[in-house]
């Protein structure tokens, strides 16, 4: 029997667009199939907080959508949500040459021996597990995604760095070490951070 490959990708979509677009009430029926049971801040983010956050310029979401080329099936794959802060990192752990790349867009201080600098944070990553989508994109496509994006606006104005948090879990963790993020610091959580298992998140960075 004849086998037929058809062709995929990725679509990505703002979520100010797509309720531009569709209407909030089309928007958030698609928000409401995400599932993500191993991280139910993920999952609770994007069903009650994401456009919100988007509609205040909070943080952006970026939603992902896996698309055969004919266009005849979509599916609704993940999300990564991006935003901007500012952040202090340690001189100590850093390389000489990841500082002398600090150097030119922070501020050093002597005393603390850190770099504060502004930067972009993924401050929510995940795939939606509803109905098998998870299977049609790897974390590695979604990371990528997220990365490019945050370099295609460092394109425009400039910077390096980004970096995120997660939850101390083995699996996360090397998961962002394989591609190439780098442990710099901890921080405790907020009191409105209740969906997140433990009491602190790991924070890496990553600079390209
Ligand atoms: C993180 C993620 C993008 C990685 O995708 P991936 O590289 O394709 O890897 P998988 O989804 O197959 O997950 C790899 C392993 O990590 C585990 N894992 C993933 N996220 C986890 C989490 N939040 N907590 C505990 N374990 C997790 C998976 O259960 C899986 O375990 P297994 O090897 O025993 O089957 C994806 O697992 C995901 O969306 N996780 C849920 C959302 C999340 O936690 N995002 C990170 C926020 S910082």
């Given at each position: 029997m004849e086998q037929k490959f058809v062709k995929t990708h990725f679509v990505e979509m703002n979520l100010c667009n797509m309720i531009d677009q569709l209407g909030e009430d089309a928007t958030k029926d698609i928000l409401s199939s995400f599932s993500c049971p191993i991280n139910k801040d993920i999952e609770n983010f994007i069903k009650e907080k994401a456009i919100e956050f988007s509609k205040r310029t909070t943080a952006k979401t970026h939603l992902v959508f896996w698309e055969t080329e004919d266009k005849e099936y979509i599916e609704f794959v993940g999300y990564y949500t991006i935003t901007s802060k500012v952040i202090s990192v340690d001189?100590?752990?850093?390389s000489n040459t990841e500082a002398k790349k600090l150097k030119s867009q922070g501020v050093y201080d002597e005393i603390k021996q850190e770099y504060t600098i502004s930067a972009p944070l993924i401050a929510q990553l995940g795939k939606n597990f509803s109905n098998g989508?998870?299977?049609?994109?790897?974390g590695a496509d979604l990371l990528q995604l997220a990365v490019n994006k945050i370099r295609k606006i460092q394109n425009e104005i400039g910077g390096r760095f980004m970096y995120l948090e997660c939850e101390d879990n083995e699996k996360l963790l090397s998961f962002y070490k394989q591609h190439n993020f780098k442990i710099f610091g901890k921080r405790t959580l907020d009191?409105?951070?209740?969906?997140?298992?433990?009491e602190y998140l790991i924070q890496l960075f990553a600079m390209f």
């Open positions: 001189r100590t752990i850093l989508n998870d299977t049609l994109i790897s009191r409105d951070e209740t969906d997140v298992n433990g």
